[in-house]
């Protein structure tokens, strides 16, 4: 498959097609060093990218953010948003999570044309709006939408 055809897998090559694409639009916006991960549907990191002076726990903090929307299936802002509303809730999701769950924008469900889930992207190193920016132009370079 190239990335001319409309995707309906999350391979390698459109996970770091994903990640190319947010670490360019993170330079087109001057941002902070970031860092990005790509989970597949089950929630396996399928692949990884970190700009040179990104701090040390921005892996943990981007798979953080992909894990937690795959595992309520909606995005890491609307997990932030929940936060607000049931803190005790979210807390006590975090601690049930092996990975880990952020609740900051930055963390987008990724689907094919069709709505099918194939994944998550997590992006950290800037304002949490700024790493949402760098995921949702991963998820479309690779011709994916964003559900939730």
Avoid: W, Y
Wanted: proline letters at 5%; glycine letters at 16%.
């Amino acid at each position: 498959m190239t990335l001319d055809e409309k995707p309906t897998i999350l391979s390698l090559e459109r996970a770091e097609t994903m990640i190319a694409a947010g670490f360019r639009k993170g330079g087109e916006l001057g941002l902070k060093p970031l860092s990005i991960a790509v989970l597949d549907a089950g929630g396996h990191l399928l692949a990884f990218g970190r700009q040179d002076g990104s701090s040390i726990m921005r892996p943990q903090i981007a798979i953080a953010k992909a894990s937690g929307a795959l595992g309520l299936g909606v995005s890491s802002r609307t997990i932030g948003e929940m936060a607000g509303e049931r803190p005790s809730f979210i807390a006590a999701l975090h601690r049930l999570s092996p990975q880990g769950l952020l609740p900051a924008a930055g963390g987008l469900l990724v689907a094919d044309s069709e709505g099918r889930l194939l994944g998550a992207i997590g992006v950290t190193g800037d304002t949490s709006d700024n790493d949402e920016l760098c995921a949702l132009a991963g998820v479309a370079e690779a011709g994916f939408t964003t559900p939730g």
